[in-house]
C-alpha cells in the first residue's frame, strides 16, 4: 500500500529571503552603475561626433569664405548680432538642429529663460573661443586688423581650441562665446583659472569637479579634430595654453 501523501507547503525561508534579497541588492550595486557608466560613455562618444561635425562644418565654411572665419554673435548680457554669429552660419555644411545640442547637456535654459531675463534661452551646447573672433578677441580689442579670424593667421590648426562646452547656467549659458582673457588674475592665484573658467564653459561634462585642474570635458580644434581632455591640458596661464593661438603653436 503506497503511503499517504503529505500537502507540505515548500515556500522560502526567512533567512533564505534575506539571503536573495541580499544577493539582488549586491547584483544591482554591481549593475546599475556599470550601465549608467555604459551610458554616459556613449553620450560621451556622441557628444565627440557632434563637436566634430560642427569643427568640419566649420572648416568647410571657412575654405569657402576664403579662409575667414565666422564669428561668435550670441551675448552674455547686452547686444547680440545674429548676422555674423557661427550658429546661423556653418547651416550651409551642416544640420545645425541635430548637432547643436549636446547629448551631454544639462542645462534648464533650453526652456526656462536665462538668468536675469524673460526671453533669452539657450542656443547652443557649444561655445567658440573669443580668440578666434574678430570682435571679441582681445586682439581684436586693441586693433581689429590684428584678430586671429581667418586660417591664414592661426600658425597651428592642431594645437588651437576652437569649439567647446558652455556653461548651462548663469548669463554665460546663452552665449556662443567664452572670454579666455579673464580666466588670469595674476601669478599670486595660480588655482583661480578654473574657478573663473567655469563661469564661462562647462568643464567636467565628461567627469571630474568643475572649477579644477582636473574636470575633463570634450574640445574640437580648427583642424577638424576633437579631444576629451583635462582643463589643465587646456589651460594652465597665459603663457601655457591652447586658446591663444600664439602660445598653443608654441606648445
Do not use: C
Not at 561635425?53 to 565666422?70: D, R
Amino acid at each position: 500500500m503506497p503511503p499517504a501523501r503529505t500537502n507540505r507547503h515548500h515556500g522560502f525561508t526567512l533567512i533564505e529571503l534575506v539571503i536573495v534579497t541580499a544577493i539582488l541588492a549586491m547584483l544591482a550595486a554591481i549593475l546599475v552603475p556599470s550601465l549608467q557608466s555604459m551610458a554616459h560613455r556613449s553620450k560621451v562618444t556622441k557628444d565627440l561626433v557632434n563637436l566634430r561635425s560642427l569643427q568640419t562644418a566649420h572648416f568647410q565654411y571657412a575654405v569657402a569664405s576664403k579662409g575667414k572665419f565666422a564669428d561668435a554673435g550670441l551675448a552674455h548680457g547686452g547686444l547680440k548680432n545674429e548676422q555674423i554669429a557661427w550658429l546661423n552660419l556653418v547651416g550651409e555644411y551642416v544640420e545645425i538642429d541635430d548637432v547643436v545640442r549636446s547629448p551631454l547637456d544639462m542645462s534648464m535654459h533650453w526652456t526656462v529663460p536665462i538668468e536675469g531675463t524673460t526671453d533669452r534661452f539657450r542656443r547652443t551646447s557649444y561655445g567658440w573661443n573669443n580668440y578666434l573672433s574678430r570682435t571679441h578677441s582681445p586682439d581684436a580689442a586693441i586693433d581689429p586688423r590684428a584678430a586671429v579670424d581667418r586660417l591664414s593667421r592661426v600658425k597651428s590648426t592642431s594645437k588651437t581650441v576652437h569649439f567647446l562646452h558652455m556653461t548651462g547656467t548663469g548669463s554665460f549659458a546663452g552665449a556662443d562665446h567664452v572670454h579666455v582673457e579673464n580666466w588670469w588674475i595674476g601669478d599670486s592665484q595660480p588655482d583661480v583659472p578654473p574657478i573663473l573658467a567655469a563661469n564661462h564653459v562647462q568643464t567636467n561634462v565628461v567627469s571630474g569637479d568643475a572649477k579644477t585642474y582636473g574636470a575633463r570635458s570634450n574640445y574640437g580644434f580648427i583642424d577638424g579634430h576633437v579631444e576629451t581632455l583635462y582643463f589643465s591640458d587646456v589651460y594652465q596661464r597665459p603663457d601655457r595654453n591652447r586658446f591663444d593661438p600664439e602660445v598653443a603653436a608654441r606648445g
